[in-house]
């Protein structure tokens, strides 16, 4: 094996996807499952798809491209509001796209007359987090009434984005609100909407407990599926029937010695124009391992599966591991470290990070 080589299990990611899709199901939701976490790898969509996800969402118009020409064959959701300059592109290679202004829609819609065809918008209503979405219910409420008059656009629902940004927490009230607006809508257009989005992983602590309002019938998961960490570890909320450790970062040692834990000389800054300061432990033995912050971004987000391991500190391309006395590393050998998203998100998408993927 070639390393540092990021090992993902595809198996463990189709099985996340049908537990969460099936928790799901049971209240009438939806699961589009999201994959940028993972460098939007076809294999993974693929995955997803096997494990019952009924769209495949990605933030960039590339990535729906390059899953699109794969075959890929569940709708393709953008989950990021389209850029103005991608407006034929979204239309060629996107079903769906969540959205929020109605000059962007236009264009989509004029795009779709020329082209023959149709695409479907979620409009996004922000309930407070702040990141995308109307923060007004009345303008959202008359943007679906101008999208009803569209021969190109269809309005296929309404959804939000939770915590994200403002780190603010669904809830029965905010979802609610969004059920309720989802109503608004449908009496002013005499239709159902086909998506009342409630959001991402951070709700589906509530479709888990039961505590989702009826009426939100779509989620949008990426997390909860590729890694299934965050709500265990972070949210402290059991996630039944999934793995947490699909990918798995190997590196391996290029030096093992003996050296002081305090540096020697006058401190300056480091690679990264810091100051840091160190605890002075005396003589430590010390690992480097083929792997830096290039790679990972947020050293604190690996976790090494040798729990006797203890990450010290990293510079763009090396990772400074204290290794226990007694141990009997020697150069060569492989370290592993399972990742929370954000390292897994810079991992997957690093140019000198091998992949193999398992079935
Ligand atoms: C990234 C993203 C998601 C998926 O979020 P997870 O927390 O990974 O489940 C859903 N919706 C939008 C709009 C996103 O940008």
Redesign the pocket.
Known sequence: MVYPNLIIRLDYIQENAASISQACFKHAIDV?G?V??LHSEIEVAKAMVSGGVRQI?D?RLENLKKLKNAGINVPLLL??IPMLSEIEALVDFADIS?NSEIKTIEAINEVCMMKKRSHKVVLMYDLGDLR?GFIDQEQLLHTAIQIEDMDGVILEGIGT?L??YGSVKPTIENLSELVLLANRIESQIGRKLNIVSG????TLPMVLEGSIPKGINHL???????LAR?LPDLWHVPLPFTHKDTVVVKAQIVELKRKPSHPIGELFLDAFGNRPTFEDRGMENRAIVALGRQDFAYMDQLIPVDKELEMIGCSSDHLIIRIPDDSDYKIGDVLSFETY?GAMLFLSGADHIHKTFIK
């Open positions: 589009c999201v940028k976490g969402g933030a989950t990021r969540l995308e984005n915590g994200c959001g991402a992983t951070s949008r998961i990426g997390e909860s599926i590729l965050d998203y």
